[in-house]
Nanobody, 122 residues
Framework: VQLQACGGGLVQAGGSLRLSCAASGRTFASGTVGWFRQAPGKGREFVAGIRWSPSSTHYANSVKGRFTISRDNAKNTVYLQMNSLKPEDTAVYYC????????????????WGQGTLVTVSS
């Protein structure tokens, strides 16, 4: 599975961005896709996850109510809509995929995209 993440950029605090994660080589239909982020000097942290079947979504407390993860089955793509962005959301965002159930642990994911940088200015 190859994952291609895109959509990052520079935005002012309070603004919005939508990240995309497109898969090739295999569909997401039997697993889970997660978004993680890594800020400078910090470890990689879970942001949001979506399981295909049964369908479920999961969010880190820090983004709940501001970020929405969704999917487009036909395009084999997962999105992360980020609203009300804060400077502390600044990080490289990665999408990752795994077979099976949801987990927030980055160690549970087998496939990773290349990362896309999100910078939120104050």
């Amino acid at each position: 599975v190859q994952l291609q993440a895109c959509g990052g950029g520079l935005v002012q605090a309070g603004g919005s961005l939508r990240l995309s994660c497109a898969a090739s080589g295999r569909t997401f239909a039997s697993g889970t896709v997660g978004w993680f982020r890594q800020a400078p000097g910090k470890g990689r942290e879970f942001v949001a996850g979506i399981r295909w079947s049964p369908s479920s979504t999961h969010y880190a407390n820090s983004v709940k109510g501001r970020f929405t993860i969704s999917r487009d089955n036909a395009k084999n793509t997962v999105y992360l809509q980020m609203n009300s962005l804060k400077p502390e959301d600044t990080a490289v965002y990665y999408c990752a995929a795994r077979s099976g159930t949801y987990t927030a642990s980055s160690y549970g994911y087998d496939y990773w995209g290349q990362g896309t940088l999100v910078t939120v200015s104050s």
